[in-house]
């Protein structure tokens, strides 16, 4: 996937985010509420708050995403991570994990978190690849379909 680009955020890229996020979340769950406030309103809910949103493009399509949400000082929720149907299984996640990875690193975070689902099983492994380890949930998670919670420590 070497003709794959990751780039920031842009407005004109705002569609795009919710329709990857929203491809994924109706193929193995259903769009809960929170996901669409998220989801629809990327610049209110992810990028003022501090976050950053990447897109994996190739050649003029977007075909993947990661947000990094704020929800400490020290950490990101690494979040609405999805790939488009089709371009699944090339390595997309993997170049979209190693530049969210590498921007938390760069802005001095500690740690990277996540909630998912053991349902979605090439996520889980690719987490364990980066070496995030399972940690408790946390009952207050905004997610109804969360059971499974995981970290990355960045920094000793």
């Not at 990094?68 to 790939?83: A, D, P, Q, T, Y």
């Not at 979209?96 to 889980?124: C, F």
Request: with cysteine.
């Amino acid at each position: 996937m070497h003709n794959v680009e990751i780039i920031d955020y842009r407005p004109e890229y705002a569609s795009d985010f919710t329709a990857i996020n929203f491809q994924w979340l109706e193929a193995y769950f259903y769009i809960e509420d929170y996901d669409r406030e998220v989801l629809t309103q990327p610049e209110k809910y992810i990028l003022a708050p501090g976050g950053h949103i990447l897109f994996a493009k190739l050649e003029d399509k977007i075909i993947g995403t990661v947000a990094l949400i704020v929800r400490e000082h020290n950490s990101f929720e690494l979040s609405k991570m999805g790939v488009l149907e089709g371009f699944r299984g090339l390595k997309v996640g993997q170049l979209l994990m190693d530049a969210a990875l590498e921007y938390s690193k760069r802005i001095g975070k500690e740690k990277v978190w996540l909630d998912s689902n053991r349902k979605l099983e090439p996520a889980i492994q690719l987490y364990k690849k980066y070496n995030f380890i399972e940690i408790p949930v946390d009952p207050s998670t905004p997610y109804e379909r969360c059971n499974i919670r995981m970290e990355k420590i960045l920094k000793a």
